[in-house]
C-alpha cells in the first residue's frame, strides 16, 4: 500500500501545566498558558513518518483545526517528518465549541479530498478525553477502525493491529483505507533536531474554513458550566 | 482531564524540587517571548530545546551537581550532536545548523536552565572552540577537526588562562618555539573548562615573548599529543560537573600547520571570540535567574505561614517582582546585544557589559530565591 497519509495534530494545554478555571465557570485559563502538541497526536505523527521511513507510505499531511496558533503545532509535525500541513481556520466561539463531531466531519471531507489511504490520529487529547474523533471520523467514511493502537504493521493492503483493551491485547485485521488512532505504547515520538526545524520552515501549510469543505461547525452542545472537581477529602484509616 | 494528565505528569520525570511537587506545581515559569521580540522560529527553538533538556539532562542535574561529575556526558553530547545543538552557530556547509547568536543564546539559556554546569561545558564546547574554528580555522582544519566536534564524538575546549594570568592574560608564560616545522610548547594552563575531557583545545601560547601582546599565537592541539597532559580535576563551589583542570606542556610538539589563525596575530583571535564568549555565556545567569524563578514563584503559591500561603504578603510580592524585572531587563539586554552581532555589529563594550549585568543580576536573584524558599534552600531536594 502506497500514497497519502492523514494525520491529526491537535494544540492543548501542556501536560505539566496546572489548570485553572476561570473565574466565572465558563472554561479553563488558556490565555498565556502553555501549550503544545497532544502527546497522542505526537505519536500518530512518530508512526505515520516510521511509515513513510519504510517507504510503505508517499506523503504525510499533517492537519489541525482551530486559530492561527494551531499553525505552530503543524510546524512541529512538519520538523518531525511531515512532508506539508493543513490548517483548518476555526477561531472565537466556534473554536470554543469545536468537538470530535465536527472534526470528524472536517477530516473526513479532508480524507476524500486528499485522496488519503489512512488517517492517523491520537486515541483522545488530553484537554477533553473525548475519545471519539477517530471513531466518528471512520463511521462518517464508513472506513473500518484500529483504535487504541499499540503495534501497527501493514500487509500488502491490508493492516495488521494489535489494539490495548481492558481484557489485554487484541490483534485485529483491517482492510484500508483506515482509520487508526495511536495509544500510549506505539511508539516513542523522536526530537524535531535543529536542521529538521530548519527544513520544516520551506514545508507548506495550506488555510481553509470549514465552509470551503463543505462543513458546518455550528455545536449541538452548549457547556453550561465546568468547575473544578471537588477536593479530596481525607481518609479514614 | 486529570487521570491521563497525572499519569503524564509522573511518567515525564521532570525535575522539580520536592516540596514543589507536593504542591503539585510543577510547570515551569512561562516565558513572554512576544515580549522578548523572538521570532516564530525562535519560539518554536526554545520549546523544542526545553522538551529536550527537561526530559534527557533533568533527571541527572542534581546528581550530577552532588558529585561534580557527569558519567553520562559522551552520550549526551552525542545526543545534542544529532540534535543539532552543538554547532548552532556553525555554517551548514561544515555539518552545522548554520543559526546566529541569539539562537545559540536560546539553545544555551535553556540548558543552564536546567543545569548551569551542563550549560558550562556546553558553552565551551559550541562556543569557545566551535565558534573559534568557524571564524579562524582553514579548510583543511575545518575539514580535520569540525565533524566529530559537531556530532558529539569530541569535546571541545579552550585555554588561555594561567595559574598568573587572568584578568591580564596577555602577560601568559606558555611557550611555543619554532622547530623546523613544529612549534614546541612548554607550561602550564589553569581553569581550563573541559580540560579533563577534551579531545581538541585551541590553546594561546607565547610565540614571541618580546612582542608582548603580538607575540601571541592560537593553536589547535588534540588529546594524547606526546608531552601534553592534564592534572588534577578541580572541586569547585558552584559549577559543579563541569570538569576544570590545569593543562600541563612538556616539550610538547605542535605541527605548525596547526596554529589558528595568523602566526603572532592570536591576540585578535582571543580577544574577538572573547566577546562573543562573553555575549553567548551570559545566558548561563539567564538561565539560572529563569530556574530561580521556576522553583521559587511555585513554593510562594503553596507554602503557608500565619494563616495564608507567604506569596500573599508584600516582601514576598516584592520579591517576586524584583526577581522578575531583574531576568526581564537582563534578557533584553542580551537578546538585542544578540541581534546585533547576527546584523555584524559587534560592540565589545556591550558584550561585556551583558555578561557583567546578567552574572550580578543572576547573584542577586538567587539570593532572593533564597530567601522565598526559607530554609528549603539549604536543603538537598532529592
Known sequence: ?237 | MFAVRNALRLGSRLFIPAVTRRGCAGAAIPIDDVVNGLTEEQIQLRQTVRKFFVEKLAPHADEIDKKNEFPGMRDFWIEMGTMGLLGVTAPVECGGTGLGYLDHIIVMEELSRVSAAVGLSYGAHSNLCVNQLVRHANEKQKEKYMTKLLTGEHVGALAMSEPNAGSDVVSMKLRAKKEGDYYVLNGNKFWITNGPDADVLIVYAKTDPEAYQKGITAFIVEKGTPGFSTAQKLDKLGMRGSSTCELIFEDCKIPAENILGPLNKGVYVMMSGLDLERLVLASGPIGIMQAVLDAAIPYLHVREAFGQKIGHFQLMQGKMADMYTRLSACRQYLYSVARACDRGHFSAKDCAGVILYCAENATQVALDGIQCLGEFSHVDYS
Open chain 1, 1 to 237: 500500500m502506497s500514497g497519502r497519509v492523514l494525520v491529526g495534530v491537535k494544540r492543548v494545554i501542556d501536560y505539566a501545566v496546572k489548570i485553572r478555571v476561570k473565574p466565572d465557570n465558563t472554561g479553563v485559563v488558556t490565555d498565556g498558558v502553555k501549550h503544545s502538541m497532544n502527546p497522542f497526536c505526537e505519536i500518530a505523527v512518530e508512526e505515520a513518518v516510521k511509515l513513510k521511513e519504510k517507504k510503505l507510505i508517499k506523503e504525510v499531511v499533517a492537519v489541525s483545526c482551530g486559530p492561527q496558533q494551531s499553525q505552530e503545532t503543524i510546524r512541529t509535525a512538519l520538523a518531525m517528518g511531515a512532508d506539508r500541513g493543513i490548517h483548518v481556520d476555526v477561531s472565537g466561539k466556534d473554536y470554543e465549541n469545536l468537538g470530535p463531531l465536527q472534526v470528524s466531519k472536517i477530516l473526513a471531507a479532508l480524507a476524500k479530498q486528499e485522496d488519503a489511504q489512512l488517517i492517523l490520529l491520537g486515541k483522545q487529547a488530553i484537554d477533553d478525553d473525548c475519545n471519539q474523533t477517530g471513531q466518528m471520523t471512520a463511521a462518517l467514511l464508513d472506513w473500518p477502525q484500529g483504535t487504541f493502537a499499540s503495534e501497527v504493521s501493514l500487509e500488502g493492503d491490508k493492516i495488521n493491529l494489535v489494539r490495548e483493551i481492558d481484557g489485554g491485547l487484541e490483534h485485529i485485521k483491517i482492510n484500508t483505507p483506515a482509520v487508526i488512532t495511536a495509544d500510549l505504547r506505539l511508539n516513542t515520538p523522536r526530537y524535531a533536531t535543529l536542521p529538521n526545524i530548519m527544513k520544516a520552515k520551506k514545508k507548506k501549510i495550506v488555510t481553509v474554513k470549514p465552509a470551503d469543505l463543505g462543513v458546518d461547525v455550528t455545536s449541538r452542545l452548549e457547556v453550561l458550566k465546568v468547575e473544578e472537581p471537588p477536593q479530596r477529602q481525607a481518609g479514614r484509616v
